[in-house]
């Protein structure tokens, strides 16, 4: 279901007339913290030998979800998603972005933090931005007040620490980063406890390279990554503190979760893929969410979350207006409180790029297509390319988390059911995603590829044809 403002109105009119939500009730305070490439299984909460007792703590407060998905495998789209509640290639970052590109998230675009500065929100986004470097695309034109932190990843160049739209250190300081951020967030919060607000904390970490501070270095006996993840952990903790200290833990929503999978260090768990892969690993993160007398305490749900779902939810929890572009996402209150059980989603679909390679439906994912190369590894002759499967792949992410048994034989009115949805939603993407879905409809894998293969082009040795270029 894609969310409109009709169907908005009539679940923020039931949140907000809830007990929970009474006249004269102050708006709830809003804390997003969101890790930068940590893996599903990387916090000790998600079965990691990494400690991470604050973490654990804030789950045994409140929820933790081991069905939720970001809305893509790399960094900018998952982020434009995050702040939007709409597919990133409906936002114009269908791809990572870099410190020369002039672009960003598409400035017609309305962000969360636009919609609760609307509401009488402050607003403060710490850490990695990643949404666009020029100045009009920066959080402070992007509805945040106040900005503190590095523009984009920590390995690309120049590596320049910002507040607001000024440059104060170059390069950055990685192994002080989690420290000031926290620094930084603590201070908003003192200062910021009159009223409501918004605090958006996009962590560097624990993307490579890998920094820790020297309280932190060699502490965690799982080495540097597990150092990094610690300090996070640490910085978590600070923040829940900072609540408690100013008496407004019964009045913020904290969640916590990652932008994509595990790169090159870290943990998926058991799902299969990493960073830059449309497989679980690539896709399925950590996300757990606390608020003190509204949320169960110690709940674990299995329900199907995305990313996308944020911005609905807050905006429902706090009274904001839904923009006039329809949002991908849906309202998760119901699955926070403990109400339901699930919440009816659309097909999610799975991106790289503009290619389309995945639908989720429920507990079912169809594999549609996949690239002919791994990301990260150097492109065959002709480039990379997606490529339709011969035979689309189904998986029972339920029993089968790890995507290893293809059950499309056996169900093809599932199949079947799940690529009519495609087809339904795919023309009202933007034109960049219809090209590629026909492209990729003519580019089809040599039949003989066995199922779960990387794809290969039927006659490798033959001059690429106009479909290879």
């Not at 030998?49 to 900018?76: E, H, K």
């Not at 009223?195 to 309280?215: D, K, N, V, W």
């Not at 260090?265 to 007398?293: C, D, H, M, V």
């Amino acid at each position: 279901m894609i969310l409109t403002r009709r169907n908005f109105l009539a679940s923020a009119s039931a949140a907000l007339a809830s007990p929970a939500f009474g006249a004269g009730t102050r708006k709830p305070n809003i804390v997003f913290i969101l890790c930068d490439d940590l893996g599903y299984g990387d916090l000790h909460t998600y079965g990691s030998q990494i400690p991470t007792p604050n973490l654990d703590r804030m789950a045994s407060d409140g929820i933790r979800f081991t069905n939720f998905c970001s809305a893509d495998c790399v960094c900018s789209p998952s982020r434009a998603a995050l702040l939007t509640g709409r597919y990133p290639t409906r936002v114009g970052v269908p791809r990572v972005l870099f410190p020369k590109d002039k672009g960003g998230l598409n400035r017609d675009e309305t962000t969360m933090a636009d919609m609760l500065k609307a509401q009488g929100y402050k607003t403060m986004c710490i850490g990695k931005w990643h949404l666009g470097r020029p100045v009009e695309y920066l959080p402070t034109s992007r509805g945040f007040d106040e900005y503190f932190g590095i523009p984009y990843s920590n390995d690309m160049t120049p590596r320049v620490l910002m507040h607001n739209t000024a440059v104060i250190e170059e390069p950055a300081k990685l192994e002080t980063l989690t420290a000031r951020y926290t620094e930084h967030a603590v201070r908003f919060i003192n200062e910021s406890k009159g009223g409501p607000f918004f605090l958006y904390m996009p962590h560097t970490f624990p993307h490579i390279p890998l920094a820790a501070s020297e309280r932190f270095r060699g502490k965690s006996g799982q080495g540097l990554y597990g150092d990094v993840v610690e300090e996070i952990d640490w910085s978590v903790g600070e923040v829940l503190r900072a609540l408690k200290a100013n008496n407004l833990d019964g009045n913020t929503l904290v969640m916590f979760s990652s932008d994509n999978g595990p790169w090159y260090q870290g943990s998926p768990g058991r799902l299969r893929g990493r960073k830059g892969s449309t497989y679980e690993g690539g896709i399925r993160e950590p996300f757990i969410a606390r608020w003190n007398g509204h949320i169960p305490k110690g709940k674990v749900t299995g329900a199907l979350a995305s990313m996308m779902d944020i911005f609905p939810t807050v905006a429902s929890l706090c009274g904001g207006a839904l923009p006039s572009k329809p949002l991908d996402g849906v309202n998760i209150w119901p699955l926070l409180n403990g109400e339901k059980a699930s919440v009816e989603h659309s097909a999610l679909l799975y991106f790289y790029g503009w290619d389309l390679q995945c639908a989720r439906l429920d507990k079912w994912k169809l594999h549609i297509a996949r690239h002919n190369s791994p990301t990260y590894v150097p492109p065959p002759p002709g480039g990379q390319h997606s490529y339709l499967l011969p035979h689309p792949e189904l998986y029972n992410i339920d029993d089968d988390p790890d995507e290893s048994y293809d059950m499309a034989p056996e169900n093809p009115q599932i199949v079947a059911q799940i690529e009519a949805k495609v087809r339904e939603l795919i023309p009202s993407f933007p034109r960049e995603v219809q090209e590629a879905y026909a492209d990729e409809e003519m580019r089809k894998a040599d039949p003989s590829t066995p199922a779960g293969a990387w794809p290969r082009p039927a006659k490798v040795s033959e001059a690429p044809s106009a479909h290879h270029e």
